[in-house]
């Protein structure tokens, strides 16, 4: 059975989900909330470390994860999880790793589904033209999160 908890951030309510001892999701909430949950030491490790993450005094995570998606989409977010920290590339960029450089539009897809937003970066994929472009927590969070590691590289 999938339990989560909720807990306010510095870029809003962070609702963590998980599985006997694994995180499946990480999804932002906007108030009102009414259920926060029930907070485990396991959504506590994580959410400690995203706050630190959110410091810029952390660039990777060990909390322990469970990720379920195609398989397209699992081998999108293991590419976009090796843009290093500080870094972005394009839709097509990632199209081109995965070797099917049409798929741009597909990557845009799986990156729409990333459960496991930060731990997975998808905050890091841009247009190709170097432009911000969609984030299913809204530019201006995305925008946040790549001045984090701008100003901490």
């Not at 699992?74 to 960029?93: D, E, F, L, N």
């Not at 741009?104 to 890091?124: D, M, Q, V, Y």
């Not at 472009?133 to 530019?139: D, E, F, K």
């Amino acid at each position: 059975m999938v339990k989560f908890a909720i807990y306010n951030t510095k870029i809003g309510y962070l609702k963590i989900s998980y599985i006997e001892n694994k995180i499946t999701r990480i999804a932002k909430e906007s108030p009102p909330i009414l259920d926060f949950g029930k907070r485990s030491d396991l959504s506590d490790d994580a959410i400690e470390q995203i706050d630190e993450y959110l410091e810029g005094k952390r660039r990777t995570f060990s909390f322990p994860i469970f990720i379920e998606g195609t398989e397209f989409q699992k081998k999108v977010w293991r590419q976009i999880s090796m843009i290093p920290y500080g870094k972005t590339a394009s839709y097509k960029h990632i199209a081109e790793l995965i070797g099917n450089p049409k798929a741009a539009r597909a990557i845009g897809n799986a990156n729409n589904k990333n459960p496991l937003a930060i731990i997975i970066p998808c905050h890091r994929i841009i247009g190709a033209n170097g432009n911000l472009t969609g984030y299913a927590w809204g530019l201006e969070t995305k925008a946040k999160l790549l001045d984090i590691e701008k100003e901490n590289s």
